[in-house]
């Protein structure tokens, strides 16, 4: 009996390991394209434009499948359904690497962006599900450090693979990683029921179809504009086609997205919280580069490594802040760390083309804190406020609002820094205006001041949580 109950308490930390490691290897893959991708479009004999899709066609199809793979998990298994999208993304990675033209390379990213979504809608779910309440902030404190870790070393380690190699190698790197975590998958990953459901496939096809038309729209704004036509009936079209998909779920009587999960309130605020946070995280993190780079005037590689700065601190703070949760309570931890966020989000504020390194720095610091605080914490609190038998689609729900803060936030962050800085010139302003850096700083002390007042909105969500837990 002893050594049944220490084989299963050494068997959820296996679990954790595989989990954590295909989480690490999507963040990773993420962060090196973003490196790659001028030496890829050289390369393949395409523009900027063009290339982009390497990126935008994977992240689309994650959130367009995320629901429907949480479903399935809930269906099929978390677990078969996690190791199906570890071969899938582990293949694609091989066929991406093996590309020879842009329209190739898409296609498998796109293949990649169904492994990747099969996956990551299941890892917080498959967590929830070994850990009990007492470890699992700890657990997903891990999981957090993962990612952190995972877009941290993207970077660089894409600038080595570049510099020594060829840009396929980006790709390769992933198939042993893959392999790895499915083979260890295939020995301790919990064995998943089989219920008696089926999948809503109408449901499933109004939701990825309103996703990329969604996506689309919101990617193609920043490269034509929100007035061109074909953006216009993009986002047309994925609002009805939202529209009618949550009306259809209404009516089904075993939807791909179980409304009534949105009943619960703790639910409800821990996805907001969630989402202002992605928001305001994303927004920050497309700012900062240009900060450093071309106001401070930092090269390339030092402002890389000091970029390092943010993911090394909440690749720390989580597992410490995940433990601490399980002790003191999630919604306090929350609380702490979205203050800190906000706080440093603040300072920001106040930089300007004359401010010392030290000080974006402690900026920079505030808000990597505020996040190793908050994420752990707050995953704890949506994942622990459904039963069992909706972990999947209460994680791939999670993804999927992470996913969405990630693009509004680059979406609102780049508008209102454009406009401000087009305010301050007296004429329409699409780039860094070179020899004005007072221009891009005016426009960058309005996205940080919107930015605190979204954390405010973030911070008044986990007062009323704390109240209502």
């Known amino acids: 009996m002893i050594l049944a109950e220490k084989n299963k308490e050494h068997s959820k930390w296996i679990i954790l390991f595989v989990v954590v490691l295909m989480s690490f290897m999507s963040c990773v893959d993420s962060s090196i394209v973003n490196v790659a991708l001028p030496t890829m479009a050289k390369k393949l004999s395409v523009n900027m434009a063009q290339i982009e899709w390497v990126v935008a066609s994977y992240v689309m199809i994650i959130c367009a499948s995320l629901l429907i793979f949480g479903r399935l998990g809930d269906i099929k298994g978390k677990s078969r359904i996690f190791k199906i999208g570890t071969i899938i993304f582990t293949f694609a990675s091989l066929m991406c690497g093996l590309s020879n033209s842009l329209i190739m390379l898409v296609i498998f990213r796109v293949i990649q962006g169904i492994g990747a979504g099969a996956y990551m ?84 096809f109004l939701y990825f179809i309103a996703i990329i038309f969604l996506f689309g729209s919101l990617i193609g704004e920043q ?150 605080f908050f994420q752990p914490a707050n995953n704890s609190l949506i994942m622990s406020t459904v039963p069992k038998n909706k972990l999947g689609i209460a994680g791939s729900i999670n993804s999927l609002v992470r996913n969405l803060g990630q693009m509004v936030g680059i979406t609102l962050s780049t508008t209102i820094l454009y406009n401000f800085m087009s305010i301050k010139m007296g004429h329409r302003v699409v780039d860094y205006v070179f020899g004005r850096d007072d221009v891009f700083v005016y426009g960058m002390r309005h996205v940080y001041i919107i930015l605190v007042f979204v954390c405010g909105v973030g911070i008044i969500a986990t007062i009323f949580r704390m109240i209502k837990g």
């Open 121 to 204: 809608a299941n890892n917080q779910g498959i967590i929830t599900q070994i850990f009990p309440q007492k470890e699992r902030g700890k657990a997903l404190g891990i999981l957090a450090s993962g990612v952190a870790l995972g877009t941290m070393i993207g970077a660089p380690v894409g600038g080595l693979i570049v510099g020594f190699l060829s840009w396929n190698y980006i790709f390769f790197v992933n198939i042993p990683i893959g392999i790895i975590a499915f083979v260890a998958g295939l020995q301790v990953l919990p064995k998943g029921k089989n219920i008696d459901e089926k999948l809503d496939v109408k449901g499933a």
């Open 223 to 372: 490269q034509f504009g929100y007035k061109n036509p074909m953006i216009i009936v993009s986002f047309v079209l994925s609002i009805i086609c939202l529209i009618i998909f949550v009306l259809s779920q209404r009516k089904i009587e075993l939807p791909i997205l179980q409304l009534d999960i949105f009943k619960n309130n703790l639910f409800l605020l821990s996805l907001f919280c969630a989402l202002v946070s992605f928001v305001c995280i994303a927004s920050s993190i497309i700012i900062i580069p240009f900060y450093l780079q071309d106001t401070l005037k930092m090269s390339s590689s030092t402002a890389g490594m000091f970029m390092i700065v943010q993911p090394l601190i909440i690749a720390v703070i989580s597992p410490i802040s995940g433990d601490l949760a399980d002790k003191i309570g999630s919604e306090l931890l929350a609380f702490i760390g979205i203050i800190f966020m906000t706080i440093g989000f603040l300072f920001m504020i106040f930089l300007n083309e004359h401010s010392l390194l030290i000080d974006a720095a402690f900026c920079i610091v505030l808000i990597g804190l505020g996040q190793g």
